[in-house]
């Protein structure tokens, strides 16, 4: 499993968000939907590179008016990531073959970079030496960009207060997702740690079939809500495979898994009846798992196994 992408301690999380919220404010971007990506990189000043350095062709101009260290820097970024900040230029250079919704979270994590003090003052004094960050400070400054992103996209709480209102299940992150211009992955990630009901989403890698096993599912993140760690604890579960509880929900040969009932230990080990639903985005497959109990609407529950010959991709 990814390690936490984002997790930082109540301090440096405030100070990030206030950042962000400021941002908002200048780009007057609350409850405007989709967010609005650009009216917020016009407010930070940040331009879009015209021309993804991405390209092949262009990487070679871009990089020829560049000090040979900024240059290796460029090109060492570019093999890892889908975003690169110039820092001397105020400009980022974004990916533009990975989906629009993707684009979007990468404009503003790199627009983190820039509007966070530290980042733009250390990004200009190691882009021009042959320094690199400690790799311990390298993965604060990301974790920090992905939080400032995150309040950006959703809008600070406004996200967490609309789907409140909505019904809890798999459809409703879809649906939030083309309200705020998020990807699925993004939107169902935020669906579960800020909801206030207890559920959780697991997000795996494209299933894939083993000899002698079946479909298997690799997690790649696990993000619970609040009240469903301290009823189920944390759930540490690394591979979706047929015996596990949420086997019977891979969507195998469709693109959504309907409501279907499962059974979860909370942290006494007693068994509870819970519902989970999967979602096949193609780049990876979102479960939702929630107990009976939680559903704030009347539901219909298939058994587990139970099998249609199509489903609904909502």
Not at 290 to 309: C, E, K, N, Q
Request: glycine share 4%; with cysteine.
């Amino acid at each position: 499993m990814k390690p936490n992408d984002s997790e930082l301690d109540p301090q440096c999380l405030l100070v990030v968000e206030n950042q962000a919220r400021k941002l908002l404010d200048k780009a007057s971007a609350w409850e405007r939907y989709p967010t609005p990506v650009d009216d917020l990189l016009a407010a930070a000043k940040l331009k879009v590179a015209p021309t993804s350095i991405f390209d092949p062709v262009a990487i070679l101009d871009y990089l020829k008016h560049k000090s040979v260290d900024a240059a290796r820097h460029l090109k060492s970024a570019i093999a890892k990531v889908f975003g690169v900040y110039d820092s001397n230029e105020s400009i980022i250079h974004i990916d533009d073959s990975v989906a629009e919704s993707k684009q979007n979270f990468l404009k503003l994590h790199e627009a983190g970079h820039h509007e966070l003090p530290a980042h733009r003052k250390t990004f200009r004094i190691f882009q021009d030496c042959d320094k690199t960050l400690s790799p311990e400070i390298a993965d604060l400054f990301e974790r920090e960009a992905n939080n400032f992103a995150r309040f950006l996209l959703f809008q600070g709480e406004t996200y967490a207060r609309i789907a409140a209102d909505y019904p809890l299940g798999i459809r409703t992150p879809i649906k939030l997702a083309k309200v705020f211009g998020a990807s699925i992955y993004a939107s169902a990630r935020e669906f579960a740690r800020t909801n206030h009901r207890a559920c959780a989403v697991y997000v795996l890698e494209p299933v894939e079939f083993a000899a002698g096993v079946g479909a298997v599912g690799r997690v790649r993140r696990i993000e619970p809500s609040p009240s469903f760690t301290a009823q189920f604890g944390t759930p540490v579960d690394t591979v979706i495979a047929p015996d596990h509880p949420l086997g019977s929900v891979l969507p195998i040969g469709r693109r959504m898994t309907r409501p279907t009932s499962v059974s979860i230990a909370d942290r006494n080990g007693v068994p509870h009846d819970c519902i989970a639903e999967a979602f096949n985005t193609t780049w990876n497959v979102v479960i939702l798992v929630y107990p009976v109990r939680a559903l704030t609407a009347s539901r219909i529950i298939l058994p587990a196994g139970f099998d249609r010959p199509h489903a609904e991709a909502g």
